[in-house]
């Protein structure tokens, strides 16, 4: 079952990592994902998220406020 992560956060730096990390995190797994961003604050609002950069996973957050390292987003991604 192909997993839904979003990365969430306005257009910087430590979104931009948090996104980077997350497509390499991915690429090393065997874990099937589709991986977006969502920069819209409307849109950000609207998971209940109030710091970024955050990281959605099947409609749940799971991170908030900071980047993970890439084997923390291993973890995330394997559950």
Known sequence: ?????KILGPDCDKCNR????????????????????????????AFGVMATPAMVIDGHTVVSGHVPSLD?????IAD
């Open 1 to 5: 079952m192909t997993k839904i992560i």
């Open 18 to 45: 948090l996104y980077k990390t997350t497509v390499e995190a991915v690429r090393s797994t065997s874990v099937d994902a589709e991986i977006s961003k969502v920069s819209k604050i409307s849109e950000i609002i």
């Open 72 to 76: 923390e987003i291993k973890k995330l």
